[in-house]
Structures are given as structure tokens and as C-alpha cells.
């Protein structure tokens, strides 16, 4: 057999026997609570998408969905940004894919089955559709305002706690050597909150010119 890497066939994302539809083998979930996340293989057709989640499987229809959101996700301490698409419907529960592996942690090779399947979703959707679907980046404003309020936070405890230790090392009594890593962290945690929340900033985009800043 082959070897798919070598070949440059990934089989986690191919074309139907049907030229019609395409196929992407993804983790998913329905927004509720999971310790892990499902994998299902998506299929995209011209009417819409299809998957198995739960034992619960159909066609769920471009003319049912209601918004699309697109936003990054912390793939852990050490892991790359991750990336996550909502498909929000008239009915039902929306549908969440992500570029992650079940367990939320950093698998290269998922991310460009992805990036392929947000690609091929947009090209999908009619441009009837489009024309009223809400096509969303980030986090919702009510989550960023959250953050915002956390980064305010962070400067008044944290920039007041910083600003005790200059004023200690100035006056001797802390040795230089001894901020260094406090202040290195303080400054390492506040960009890790501000790259978050610009991240998450909310925001519309259009269906031709994808947010790909967000993916990952």
C-alpha cells in the first residue's frame, strides 16, 4: 500500500465517489458539555452538510443555516493556536468543528483537513444564502467584554504589584537579580491575556475573504 504522506493523499480529506460532495474527517460537537469531542466524517454537497453525532444523522440544509462563527482557540501552555467553526441553524443544536484532536490538544495533520473544509464550505454556500447568513469572527461581544474586564483587572492588581517591586529595587531593598523573573512573568502573562482577547475580538467577515488570521 502506499504510503498517503509520500503520495500527498490525505485520507482525512477527499473527494465522494459522487464529485458532487466532499469529505472531512473531523472532531465535533454540539456546544454541550463533552470530555471529548466526537470524530465524524462531514460531507459536504451542494444542499448542504452531513454527519453522525450521537446516533442522530441527516442533511442538514445552506437554507437552514443561520450564522457561521469563526474563532481561535488556546490549544494548551505549549501548543499553537487551535480553531474552531459554529454553524448555527434555525433548528436544532448548532454544530461545532474544530482543528483540534478529540482531545482538544495540537494535531498538525488536522489542520489543513480543516482549513480545507472551511474553504470548501463557503464555496458551497449559495449565494442566496450568503446574502443573509451572518458571517461572525471571534468570540460574542458579551465574552469580550468579559475579558476586557479581566485585562482591566490584571493592570490595577498586577501593574501595582510590579510597580511595588521597581520601587523596592530602586530603593535597594529587593536585588535586581530578584525581579527579573517575576517582572519576565507578569509581562508573559498580560501579552498572553492581550493576544486573547485581540484574538476574540468580534467582528463580521465576508464569505470571499476569510478571516485566516484566526486559523491554524
Known sequence: MPDAAASGHNPAMEPAADSSEAHFDLA????????????ARLTLSDEGISYTLD??????AFSNLRSVRIQALHGGKRSPWEAVIELAFDRGKPLFVHSSSPWGANDPG???????FVEEL?????????????????????????????????LIVFGGAGLWILVKTADGTIPVLEILFPIA?????????????EKGRPGLYSPDRLPRDLFP
Do not use: C, T, Y
Not at 55 to 60: A, E, K
Not at 110 to 116: E, G, M, S, T
Open 110 to 116: 488536522r489542520d489543513p483537513v480543516f482549513i480545507a
Open 185 to 197: 512573568a507578569l509581562i508573559g502573562f498580560g501579552a498572553w491575556i492581550w493576544q486573547s482577547i
Open 122 to 154: 463557503h464555496r458551497r454556500i449559495p449565494a442566496g444564502d450568503a446574502a443573509r447568513i451572518r458571517f461572525l469572527r471571534g468570540i460574542p461581544q458579551g465574552r469580550h467584554n468579559v475579558m476586557l474586564g479581566i485585562l482591566a483587572l490584571f
Open 55 to 60: 446516533d442522530r444523522s441527516g442533511l442538514r
Open 28 to 39: 465535533i460537537s454540539d456546544g454541550g458539555m463533552r470530555l471529548k469531542l466526537a470524530e
